[in-house]
């Protein structure tokens, strides 16, 4: 395979170059990639300790002016090793992905969704900003990333306001477990007998709950029946519910008044806006990246995929709630259009100014109220982002 120079260090294959080409990407923003700075946001209540941080990790940090609680780093400093981060006074997540979240507004007192959680960083950071509050539900069709996820929730001790679960996003249908308790309560069905009540999360799970999970992977390995519970927290609203009641769902309407404040559709995508995932293409071998970026059938899959999860997320917010879409693919198909449609098939469905944008280092996308973040542009990794409100009609 050829390889073109893209005026840094790091060769691109030409089948790649072929592919940024035909989406109207400059090749050469991949060429910044050796200056771009490390990004990592404080755990809160670190504030007053920067000194020990910075001595930590042997440099100093520079405040993110538009990004409250987030520092760069120079480029060669490798966050994972550093004392700071392994003991959670730090997160590591690019300052894009953050204004992504920082995007949804949460206040205190949200139910928040996010639909596409896995590994995690967007999550911690709704939990941080959620304090004491809230509710946080996170899914992701991959078990092994959902279950990192768990790990990386454990470890900042921000669990106790969230359940995460497997499941496919284009299909989830629960709604956040402290509505149907407050539901549940004005129905008065607490006075029925209870069997199947959840209790206390433990990691031994019940052999019957283990059980029931082995057998749906085993008939049908390929595809998620029914959301599988993989971690809940103290005050996440599942401990007392039955299993039918955490399990039940309502119909599109109900879901107007007991759906999520917020949602998350961090989507799957080719990741070509991040110079660091395709730059892990020089170790997994460049015709790795000619079978799961470059494919065009593939891509239709993804477009496809990326559409039902927004379309799903959507349907899951209440009224007057907010969703954010957001990949780190910088395409047009993956972004522009799949909004477009979207909002054609969906009319309430408003797409909406992000508040803090005008201070924020990124381009409007070709729609116009969307946002393009560039490592050239923004200093940042790749990011596409567009917010969407639903009116309460429909
Ligand atoms: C861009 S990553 C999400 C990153 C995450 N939001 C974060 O901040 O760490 C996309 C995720 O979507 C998940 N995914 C792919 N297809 C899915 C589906 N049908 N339902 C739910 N999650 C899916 C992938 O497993 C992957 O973890």
Request: glycine fraction near 6%.
């Amino acid at each position: 395979m050829m390889m073109m120079n893209t005026s840094s260090n790091f060769p691109l294959p030409d089948a790649f170059i072929k592919f940024l080409e035909e989406n109207g990407l400059d090749p050469s923003i991949y060429a910044s990639r050796d200056s771009l700075p490390r990004y990592i946001r404080l755990k809160p209540g670190r504030e007053a300790k920067i000194d020990e941080i910075e001595a930590e990790f042997q440099c100093k940090l520079s405040e993110v002016g538009w990004l409250p609680s987030f520092y760069s780093l120079p480029t060669h400093v490798q966050i994972a090793n550093s004392k700071a981060y392994q003991e959670g006074k730090v997160y590591g997540i690019d300052a894009a992905s953050g204004a992504a979240v920082q995007a949804l507004n949460i206040v205190p007192g949200d139910h928040v969704l996010d639909l596409c959680a896995a590994p995690g960083a967007k999550l911690c950071m709704v939990l941080d900003l959620l304090g004491d509050s809230g509710s946080v539900t996170g899914v992701d069709v991959a078990r092994h990333r959902l279950a990192a996820c768990r790990t990386m929730v454990q470890k900042y001790a921000l669990g106790d306001r969230c359940r995460l679960l497997v499941a496919d996003g284009t299909s989830f249908s629960l709604i956040p477990s402290i509505v149907l308790a407050a539901t549940k309560l004005l129905n008065g069905s607490t006075l029925e007998k209870k069997v199947d009540v959840f209790k206390e999360w433990t990691s031994k799970r019940p052999w019957k709950e283990r059980k029931r999970a082995e057998k749906a992977r085993a008939a049908s390995p390929l595809q998620i029946l029914e959301p599988e519970l993989i971690f809940y927290g103290q005050h996440s609203g599942v401990i007392g519910c039955t299993r039918d009641e955490l399990y039940q769902t309502v119909s599109d309407d109900e879901l107007y008044t007991c759906g999520y404040d917020k949602v998350l559709v961090d989507a799957e995508c080719t990741h070509d806006g991040s110079i660091r995932h395709v730059q892990k293409f020089e170790n997994w071998g460049w015709q790795t990246l000619q079978r799961r970026v470059l494919d065009a059938e593939r891509t239709d899959d993804l477009t496809n995929l990326q559409f039902r999860l927004l379309s799903n997320g959507f349907r899951l917010l209440k009224a007057g709630g907010s969703l954010i879409y957001s990949t780190c693919s910088l395409t047009v198909a993956q972004n522009e259009e799949v909004i477009e449609r979207f909002l054609l098939e969906n009319s309430s469905a408003e797409l909406q100014e992000i508040d803090d944008f005008r201070s924020w280092p990124c381009k409007s996308g070709q729609v116009p109220k969307t946002l393009r973040f560039d490592p050239v542009t923004s200093q940042t990794s790749g990011l596409f982002v567009a917010k969407f409100t639903k009116s309460p009609t429909f």
